[in-house]
């Protein structure tokens, strides 16, 4: 046998597709995956929210906030009191027993948790003014209930956040990056679940207090301080600017009154008794953190680390 | 820009290997191959069989085990192709390229030894790969393969 050495022109052994084709192909799919799912699962949540009966929220309410009946604030409850007697006798709000509770934390923001425990922070109650306003905050967060946005949005998180730790496993990198995309997706109420909250809020208000005073305060307040819409172009939060008008043109349109509004007892603005019966007691991470309650439950129960925690931060100095 | 890259620190991290395992990996990977032919065909003559050698008595001056092995690191650019790849299936076209280059430089390293100690011929060669460096940093750990290539270099009884 004779030996002919010859170099051999071409490669067999690699694929000639081009890596960035490749890329492309895959990540599309897998978007494309994503959104079915993610499709199916918003028409699945919205099918099943409707069909979940009150006691059912209540109780997984306590399942997974655990009992909270101890926080219950008298001041904001006695301001919940008229925006629930004024609700229409065949709401489905009246199955609820809502609790108002204040939790100490800078944040000026409130949250509707199932069940209906509606938490307000009390750094919204101290740049707060007057009583309408804060009823204002509170009749949105009913509006929410009303809506059952609430578990919508537990139902999305939750079955995204599942998906993608089934898919990936807890710990690859791909499921890391995933459930921080669907969390800082999910992490919000969508502009439109805000604006019909605004909406039934003010109507509510309306309702409760004979005028619409106050009604936009808040937000008023809020806009001043958000600085640049650009921001909000990608937000899911409506910027509050835009929430003034959609709600001023809202009472231009009804013909609502706006006389003067209530200030706010100084029960409320520093009256935060509660939160001194458990000094020891370590603050519970939706307490603390700037995640939602359902987001921080899901974190800390999948140990995903939530999307808008420093992963870096530099030692304190005393 | 900064702002982002303050809010998503790991986010930019990502992105930036990625970039950076693309290109980097893509400069490398040209130059490589580019070294790779041009080695193969300067060393086209010396003849490599996998064959067990059979030769006539007293054809044989001597002969000895030559071996060459080299390691190719993966990058984070095909190490996300190849991590989608796990969730469709189908082939895994990103390590191709790295598998194919590790063997051909293990045998060109493996017939330069054998040029440099002058044997004619490589008779019974042999190719092994193995994985290193992926117990090493367990979460995010970017393997390398290793591929040894053996053989018995023969030296010829000729005038």
Partial sequence: ?318 | MLEIIYRYPDLSLFLALMVIGYSCGTIAEKRHYKSIIKREQELVKLMVVNAEGRFAEGAVRTSFLVNGSTVVSNDYFKRLLAILRNIFGGRVKAYESLIDRARREAILRMKEEARTRGAHMIVNLRLETSTIGRSANKKNSIGSIETLAYGTAVVMNRP
């Fill in chain 1, 1 to 318: 046998m004779k030996f002919t050495p010859k170099h051999i022109e071409g490669n067999v052994n690699v694929s000639k597709t081009h890596p960035l084709a490749e890329l492309g192909w895959l990540v599309g799919g897998l978007v494309l995956l994503a959104l079915i799912f993610y499709l199916s699962l918003g028409v699945s949540t919205d099918i099943a929210v409707a069909k979940i009966p009150v006691s059912a929220e209540v109780w997984l309410g306590e399942h997974f906030i655990g009992r909270m009946d101890a926080l219950e604030n008298e001041s904001l409850q006695r301001l919940l009191q008229p925006l629930l007697d004024s609700l229409p006798a065949d709401s489905p709000l009246h199955e609820y027993r809502f609790q108002a509770q204040v939790v100490e934390n800078e944040q000026i923001n409130a949250l509707a948790l199932p069940g209906g425990h509606i938490v307000v922070f009390s750094g919204l109650l101290k740049q707060a003014e007057s009583e309408n306003e804060v009823a204002m905050v509170l009749a949105h967060e009913l509006g929410h209930y009303a809506h059952r946005d609430h578990l919508r949005r537990l139902g999305r998180g939750l079955g995204l956040t599942v998906a993608a730790i089934i898919l990936f496993g807890q710990d690859s990198a791909a499921s890391d990056l995933a459930s921080k995309f669907f969390l800082v997706s999910e992490s919000h109420y969508s502009r439109e679940q805000e604006s019909a909250a605004d909406r039934f809020g003010l109507e509510l208000l309306v309702a409760g207090y004979g005028h619409a005073g106050g009604a936009t305060d808040f937000f008023a307040r809020v806009g001043k301080d958000a600085g640049s819409r650009i921001p909000y172009l990608l937000a899911s939060h409506p910027h509050p600017d835009d929430r003034v008008r959609e709600l001023q043109e809202l009472i231009a349109a009804r013909g609502y009154r706006v006389d003067a509004v209530i200030p706010l007892g100084q029960d409320l603005r520093k009256g935060l008794p509660l939160s001194k019966e458990s000094p020891d007691k370590e603050p519970a991470s939706w307490q603390t953190g700037k995640l939602h309650g359902f987001e921080a439950l899901i974190t800390r129960r999948f140990k995903v680390r939530p999307y808008n925690q420093k992963k870096f931060c530099l030692p304190k100095r005393h």
